[in-house]
Nanobody, 128 residues
Framework: QVQLVESGGGLVQAGGSLRLSCAAS????????MAWFRQAPGKEREFVTV????????DYADSVKGRFTISRDNTKNTVYLQMNSLKPEDTAVYYC?????????????????????WGQGTQVTVSS
């Protein structure tokens, strides 16, 4: 079992920045692909970004490409999401997710069902 805890959310003005963290416990994340999803009120949970266990490959939703950066530190068992040039439409609860590379599929990286473990989420609110 892997437990994921997000932190770093808050209220920020449009154009500002936030850095989210996802701290994992229970197992090393070195063999897990890690991702961030978000869910705005009244909308479905949507893919934001993902990073392979090695940290070499990443993928981003078009809506955040060039503004958000995912990274990981396997020695600290933590994944990060640096969010710059934030927009009001980025307002959502942000969730960290993980799947074991020995059982998961990179082709499903943008789909919620591809992930076995989820955090409780952290609220990000961007004011205009």
């Amino acid at each position: 079992q892997v437990q994921l805890v997000e932190s770093g959310g808050g209220l920020v003005q449009a154009g500002g920045s936030l850095r989210l963290s996802c701290a994992a416990s229970g197992r090393s994340i070195s063999s897990y692909t890690m991702a961030w999803f978000r869910q705005a009120p009244g909308k479905e949970r949507e893919f934001v970004t993902v990073i392979r266990s090695s940290g070499i490959s990443t993928d981003y939703a078009d809506s955040v490409k060039g503004r958000f950066t995912i990274s990981r530190d396997n020695t600290k068992n933590t994944v990060y999401l640096q969010m710059n040039s934030l927009k009001p439409e980025d307002t959502a609860v942000y969730y960290c997710a993980a799947y074991d590379v020995r059982r998961g599929n990179w082709n499903s990286r943008r789909l919620t069902y591809g992930y076995d473990y989820w955090g409780q989420g952290t609220q990000v609110t961007v004011s205009s």
